[in-house]
DNA sequence: TGTTGTATGCAAATTAGTTGCATGTCAATT
DNA sequence: AATTGACATGCAACTAATTTGCATACAACA
C-alpha cells in the first residue's frame, strides 16, 4: 500500500484521463508489494467492478507507453507489470522464482550494474536495462524441505 | 560461424545423443552471430531438411536444460535462443530492439554488474541472472532518419 | 444538431508454446 | 529370431497470453 502515490494526480500529470477503470488498474499495481500478471490484474478488478479483460490489457499498454508502468519479462510467458520508478518509488530489478513463477521486487541498491563502458561504446539508443535475477523463492525452499 | 565448437562434441559431453536434429538445431544457434527465436531455428532447419516445429521446441528446452543454450527472454513475447557460454563463448549480455525486435549480443565486459550485496542478504537460491538493454538498434536509427 | 475523439466491450484471430498419443529405430534380453 | 524397453520424432489438438476488428456509448465541440 502507498500511501504517497496519488493515482489520479499521476494519471493527470501524464496526460491521461483518470477513468475509473484506469485508476483501479493503477491502484492495483501501486498497492501490491511485487509486480502483477495482466491476468492477475483483471481478476482483481473483477472482483469488484465488472471490466474487459481487453480493456485492461489495453490500459496496462497505455501506462507502460506513458511510462507509469513497467512491464516486466519474467522467465515464464506473461509479462508482469510494476510501477514505474518515480519519487515515491525508487528504481529497483526484480527476482523470479522459476518453481511458483511469482516475481519480487529487490532492494533498490541490492544491485549494482555499471553500463559506462557500453554507453560510450554502444551505437544504438539505450532506452532502459532491465535486470532480472532468477531462482528459487524461500517460500519453495521451505516447502521442498520433506 | 564458430570454428572452434564442435557440437556433435558438445552434445555429448553433456550426455545427449547427437541426432541429426539435435546438431543441426545447435549448429544454427551456434553459428548465429546474435540469438534466434524458435521460429528462427524452425525455418532455418526446414530451408534445408524437412523438421517437426514440436522437435524444435523439444530440442531447444533438451539444450536449455543441459545447459548448452541459453533462453532469453526479449521485451517481446517471443524467447530468444544464443549458445550457452562456454570455454569458446564468454558470457555477455543482449541487447534487444524495441523497433525491429532484433537481440543482438553485446561484448562481454561492457557491462558489470556486482551483485555480492544482494548475494549476501537474498533469502532464496539464485540460479542466474539476465541482463537485457532495450532500445534503438544502429539499423532502426538510421533508417528513421528521413 | 451533427461530428469527432476517446474509452470500453465483445467476438474472433493470432502467436508462441505444450500435450497426448502413434510410430520408427536401435540395442539389450529372452 | 522374437520381445521388450528406451528414446527420438511426427502429427493433431490444445492452451495461454495477447491482439485485432468492429460496435457502442458518451462527452466536447462546431
Ligand atoms: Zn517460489
Ligand atoms: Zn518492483
Ligand atoms: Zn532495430
Ligand atoms: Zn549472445
Redesign the interface.
Known amino acids: 500500500m502507498c500511501v504517497n502515490c496519488d493515482y489520479r494526480d499521476l494519471l493527470e500529470s501524464a496526460g491521461l484521463e483518470p477513468t475509473t477503470n484506469r485508476v483501479r488498474v493503477l491502484e492495483i499495481i501501486g498497492n501490491n508489494q511485487f509486480p502483477l500478471t495482466a491476468a492477475d490484474i483483471f481478476t482483481t478488478v473483477e472482483r469488484s467492478h465488472s471490466i474487459n479483460r481487453v480493456t485492461v490489457y489495453r490500459i496496462l499498454e497505455l501506462l507502460v507507453d506513458h511510462k507509469l508502468v513497467e512491464r516486466l519479462?519474467?522467465?515464464g510467458?506473461a509479462a508482469h507489470y510494476g510501477l514505474a520508478p518515480n519519487d515515491n518509488h525508487a528504481p529497483h530489478h526484480h527476482?523470479f522464482?522459476?518453481r511458483c513463477g511469482r516475481m519480487d521486487c529487490?532492494?533498490p541498491?541490492?544491485?549494482?550494474?555499471?553500463?559506462d563502458?557500453?554507453r560510450k561504446?554502444?551505437?544504438?539508443?539505450?532506452?532502459?536495462?532491465?535486470?532480472?535475477?532468477?531462482?528459487?523463492?524461500?517460500n519453495?525452499?521451505k516447502s521442498s524441505v520433506h
Open positions: 519479462s519474467a522467465g510467458r527476482f522464482c522459476t529487490l532492494n541498491g541490492s544491485l549494482d550494474l555499471s553500463s563502458r557500453l561504446t554502444f551505437s544504438g539508443e539505450i532506452e532502459r536495462i532491465e535486470i532480472r535475477v532468477d531462482g528459487v523463492c524461500r519453495c525452499l
